[in-house]
């Protein structure tokens, strides 16, 4: 290969930009143990159900898609430091 | 009582606890089976519920960020809320065995992830059969495997394992690094020699999700 690394960035883990956050978002809502389950909240005395988390997560990976597509003309080229 | 979870980590780990966890409430720890885990309580209707889930994510990982700098934790994804303590318990008893081999695996590591990426990789669409696309795919495969080698051999020893997923825009490569040796790993990242055209994004550390788990 030939080469020169000029296109290293370092993005830490502390989401102090909008790629970094992105970061975050994608280890804390994808990555991790899931317990499945069904979970009742009340919501000023109506009883709530959390009929499983998959269904949460699914839309909020969804969401980021559309952030990161959103995100995709402004994204710095390989090698902006950010 | 509902309660949000945060982390599992092993009962006997030395934790200087955050004096907060979400909406402000107090985090505790539910010892069970030799295991560990970190729960707040959580009230639907507390005004701190109406936080937009990017905030509350956020702030989420800041806590679990405190509990990494310490020791190895298991995360629950964010939001993981039971129905009570007793729920806890009885789901860490039944998957006791799974976390403390988890646990014991990833010992003292973290994970650093390094994204890497080329607009080349995104598909230009042009090709016209199905061959083509899968010739295409195949060196495509072939040129980021031979990438990740070249990090594989710069990163040398400061990683103890490392995996690869293929993913639409290129790869994403995990490393299990111990908590020690993130500053050699970086340092290492530094000075790999690749190619020119790809994006390389190191982030990290994060707890060691792709390794607790035997391939």
Redesign the interface.
């Given at each position: 290969?030939?080469?020169?690394?000029?296109?290293?960035?370092?993005?830490?883990?502390?989401?102090s930009d909008d790629?970094?956050?992105l970061?975050?978002?994608d280890?804390?809502?994808?990555?991790?143990?899931?317990?499945r389950?069904t979970?009742?909240?009340?919501?000023?005395g109506v009883d709530?159900i959390?009929l499983g988390?998959d269904v949460?997560?699914t839309s909020?990976e969804t969401a980021l898609r559309h952030m990161q597509q959103a995100q995709g003309a402004a994204l710095p080229?390989?090698?902006t430091a950010v | 009582m509902a309660v949000l979870a945060y982390c599992i980590t092993d009962a006997e780990a030395q934790i200087d606890v955050p004096k907060q966890g979400l909406q402000g409430k107090k985090i505790e720890g539910i010892v069970e089976s030799g295991l560990r885990c970190y729960i707040s309580n959580y009230t639907a209707d507390d005004p701190a519920s109406k936080q937009p889930v990017r905030e509350a994510a956020l702030a989420f990982n800041r806590i679990l960020q405190t509990f990494l700098r310490q020791t190895a934790i298991i995360p629950l994804r964010y939001p993981t809320v039971l129905a009570d303590a007793n729920e806890v318990s009885s789901f860490l008893r039944d998957h006791a065995g799974e976390y403390r081999d988890g646990l014991s695996r990833i010992r003292d590591g973290v994970q650093m992830e390094i994204r890497l990426s080329s607009p080349a990789w995104s598909g230009s669409g042009v090709e016209n059969s199905g061959a083509q696309y899968l010739r295409a795919r195949q060196a495509h495969y072939r040129r980021v495997n031979q990438i990740a080698e070249e990090l594989y051999k710069a990163v040398g020893l400061a990683a103890k394992s490392h995996k690869i997923r293929q993913v639409a825009e290129g790869a994403r490569c995990f490393f299990l690094v111990d908590r020690a040796a993130v500053d050699q790993f970086v340092g290492n990242v530094r000075s790999a020699k690749l190619p020119a055209d790809v994006g390389v994004r190191v982030s990290g550390p994060w707890p060691a999700t792709e390794f607790l788990k035997e391939d």
């Open positions: 290969m030939s080469e020169s690394s000029a296109n290293i960035v370092f993005a830490g883990n502390d989401a790629l970094s956050i970061d975050v978002l280890h804390v809502l994808n990555a991790g143990v899931v317990i389950g979970v009742i909240i009340s919501l000023a709530l959390y988390l949460i997560l909020v080229k390989p090698g | -």
